[in-house]
Nanobody, 113 residues
Framework: VQLVESGGGLVQPGGSLRLSCAAS????????MGWYRQVPGNERELVAR???????TYADSVKGRFTISRDNAKNTVYLEMNSLKPEDTAVYYC????????WGKGTQVTVSS
């Protein structure tokens, strides 16, 4: 599966962004989908994950602020990010997992005044 992220950009602290991840082909419903982020010099970390059944988990640092959702009919996964903080600045990557991992190329999110 090929993944393309969009929706990143520059936002002020306290602002919101909505990331989208469009998947090629069909059958997205069987995949566990996730959003990860990475800053230079650090390992890529899990932000949020949603299973094929719709069960979501979040990193402690984003709980209550971020929401992951999926629209299987549109082969798209979303990450709604609210109350953004400067420490949320990173490249955000979409991941699809079913027996193996597929990754998008990432979208930059910068939170700065």
């Amino acid at each position: 599966v090929q993944l393309v992220e969009s929706g990143g950009g520059l936002v002020q602290p306290g602002g919101s962004l909505r990331l989208s991840c469009a998947a090629s082909g069909s059958g997205l419903s069987i995949y566990t989908m996730g959003w990860y982020r990475q800053v230079p010099g650090n390992e890529r970390e899990l932000v949020a994950r949603i299973t094929s059944g719709g069960s979501a988990t979040y990193a402690d640092s984003v709980k209550g602020r971020f929401t992951i959702s999926r629209d299987n009919a549109k082969n798209t996964v979303y990450l709604e990010m609210n109350s953004l903080k400067p420490e949320d600045t990173a490249v955000y990557y979409c991941n699809a997992r079913f027996l193996s991992d597929s990754w998008g190329k990432g979208t930059q999110v910068t939170v700065s005044s």
